[in-house]
């Protein structure tokens, strides 16, 4: 390593693991010279981006030379109105990723610990190792989030907690029963993050949203994105309900133009557009069962999910699977990052790709057998 980076940077960079992205569509074609190729890696939604927040966002790219509103008033007004909080605990952020730094960069002093499940999303991890917090990870119980024993990991020095619900990679919820108790018994000095970026596209009643617990006097935050269900992964926006006192910290440390114009206003439209978001329910309910049957069908275990992934048992290494899969134009992801050897996280993707995915996996599963 150069010897200026290695004496000069801060040692806590250097505990960082580079992020692992889903394969991009065109580096796919490049490196295997494809040129049909499905993406089901990143939980996209395969319907696109709402036609609203399409015109939306056009409208507004010949004005792209003045700075954006760094308060995002309209925005905020909009999802104040929605979910019926105040504007002034409402944050909107460059992704949610923004946000999940956001968070660490306004909580955590080196050593300060957080608690969070693993496998889950790897933000949790990131933010809180570049502020050289100490990340005391939770393995989860069939394959949902196991908050008795999260519960026993906070100690004096757990500052924030996260919980993933829906669960990336798994698809699981934990149940409002479940959360009850959990919030009952988490102390008052920790920070509770919910992520709930699938929570559009759960079916299950027993789902609770964190928004539930924002006027009990504990300490939450709920982070949500536009990335997923409408389909503005690209424009990088996310929002979050907390306390006033809590979106007053984070602001503090936010950019004051975090959030680009396009973003803003396609995500206001986005909002609005129902028609678009009920289709991408629809659809991914239809491709939920289409699959499940077919995994069946493959006698391949599955997890049921409550997003818009499915976390699956392929039987053999995953790698050489997804290899396999990648050269028949099939992107999915592999769940040895997540510590499971054998299983795969496809994203449910539309009828035609779900066909596309379910023989590609047929035929490579035939040939290695
Ligand atoms: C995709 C995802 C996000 C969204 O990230 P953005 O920065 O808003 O694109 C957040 N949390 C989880 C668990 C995710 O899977």
Same mark, same amino acid.
């Given at each position: 390593?150069?010897? !200026?980076?290695?004496?000069?940077?801060?040692?806590?960079? !250097?505990?960082?693991?580079?992020?692992?992205?889903?394969?991009?569509?065109?580096?796919?074609?490049?490196?295997?010279?494809?040129?049909?190729?499905?993406?089901?890696?990143?939980?996209?939604?395969?319907?696109?981006?709402?036609?609203?927040?399409? @015109?939306? %966002?056009?409208?507004?790219?010949?004005?792209?030379? $003045?700075?954006?509103?760094?308060?995002?008033?309209?925005?905020?007004?909009?999802?104040?109105?929605?979910?019926?909080?105040?504007?002034?605990?409402?944050?909107?952020?460059?992704?949610?990723?923004?946000?999940?730094?956001? $968070?660490?960069?306004?909580?955590?002093?080196?050593?300060?610990?957080?608690?969070?499940?693993?496998?889950?999303?790897?933000?949790?991890?990131? =933010?809180?190792?570049?502020?050289?917090?100490?990340?005391?990870?939770?393995?989860?119980?069939?394959?949902?989030?196991?908050?008795?024993?999260?519960? @026993?990991?906070?100690?004096?020095?757990?500052?924030?907690?996260?919980?993933?619900?829906?669960?990336?990679?798994?698809?699981?919820? +934990?149940? @409002?029963?479940?959360?009850?108790?959990?919030?009952?018994?988490?102390?008052?000095?920790?920070?509770? +993050?919910?992520?709930?970026?699938?929570?559009?596209?759960?079916?299950?009643? #027993?789902?609770?949203?964190?928004? #539930?617990?924002? =006027?009990?006097?504990?300490?939450?935050?709920?982070?949500?994105?536009?990335?997923?269900?409408?389909?503005?992964?690209?424009?990088?926006?996310?929002?979050?309900?907390?306390?006033?006192?809590?979106?007053?910290? $984070?602001?503090?440390?936010?950019?004051?133009?975090?959030?680009?114009?396009?973003?803003?206003? %396609?995500?206001?439209?986005?909002?609005? #557009?129902?028609?678009?978001?009920?289709?991408?329910?629809?659809?991914?309910?239809?491709?939920?069962?289409?699959?499940?049957?077919?995994?069946?069908?493959?006698?391949?275990?599955?997890?049921?999910?409550?997003?818009? &992934?499915?976390?699956?048992?392929?039987?053999? #290494?995953?790698?050489?699977? &997804?290899?396999?899969?990648?050269?028949?134009?099939?992107?999915?992801? =592999?769940?040895?990052?997540?510590?499971?050897?054998?299983?795969?996280?496809?994203?449910?993707?539309? %009828?035609?790709?779900?066909?596309?995915?379910?023989? %590609?996996?047929?035929?490579?599963?035939?040939?290695?057998?």
């Amino acid at each position: 390593m150069n010897r !200026f980076v290695e004496s000069r940077a801060r040692s806590a960079i !250097f505990n960082l693991k580079p992020y692992v992205p889903g394969k991009p569509i065109e580096e796919v074609k490049r490196e295997l010279g494809l040129e049909d190729i499905i993406k089901l890696a990143s939980n996209e939604n395969p319907l696109g981006p709402s036609p609203l927040a399409q @015109k939306a %966002a056009s409208s507004v790219i010949s004005q792209m030379h $003045i700075y954006p509103d760094s308060n995002c008033f309209e925005l905020k007004r909009r999802l104040s109105e929605l979910f019926d909080q105040p504007t002034d605990t409402i944050l909107v952020g460059n992704g949610s990723d923004e946000l999940l730094k956001l $968070i660490a960069e306004t909580f955590l002093n080196p050593g300060d610990e957080v608690v969070m499940p693993q496998p889950s999303f790897s933000e949790y991890q990131f =933010t809180a190792t570049v502020m050289d917090g100490v990340c005391v990870q939770v393995p989860l119980h069939g394959f949902a989030l196991d908050l008795s024993a999260m519960l @026993k990991a906070i100690n004096q020095r757990t500052k924030v907690v996260y919980l993933c619900n829906p669960n990336n990679p798994t698809g699981t919820i +934990v149940t @409002k029963e479940q959360v009850d108790r959990f919030m009952e018994e988490v102390p008052d000095h920790v920070l509770v +993050v919910f992520d709930e970026a699938y929570q559009e596209y759960v079916d299950n009643a #027993d789902f609770v949203s964190g928004l #539930d617990y924002l =006027t009990t006097g504990k300490n939450v935050i709920v982070c949500r994105t536009f990335s997923k269900i409408y389909g503005l992964a690209a424009l990088r926006i996310g929002y979050a309900f907390t306390t006033q006192a809590i979106a007053g910290a $984070i602001e503090r440390v936010t950019e004051p133009f975090n959030v680009n114009s396009v973003a803003q206003v %396609a995500a206001l439209a986005a909002l609005d #557009d129902l028609e678009h978001l009920q289709a991408s329910q629809f659809l991914n309910r239809q491709g939920k069962q289409y699959l499940y049957e077919q995994l069946e069908t493959m006698g391949l275990s599955y997890v049921p999910t409550q997003a818009n &992934f499915i976390f699956l048992d392929t039987g053999k #290494d995953c790698r050489l699977v &997804f290899d396999k899969l990648l050269q028949k134009g099939v992107i999915v992801r =592999t769940g040895d990052i997540f510590g499971y050897p054998n299983h795969l996280r496809v994203t449910i993707g539309t %009828a035609e790709e779900n066909n596309r995915f379910i023989e %590609a996996l047929q035929t490579v599963l035939g040939n290695l057998s």
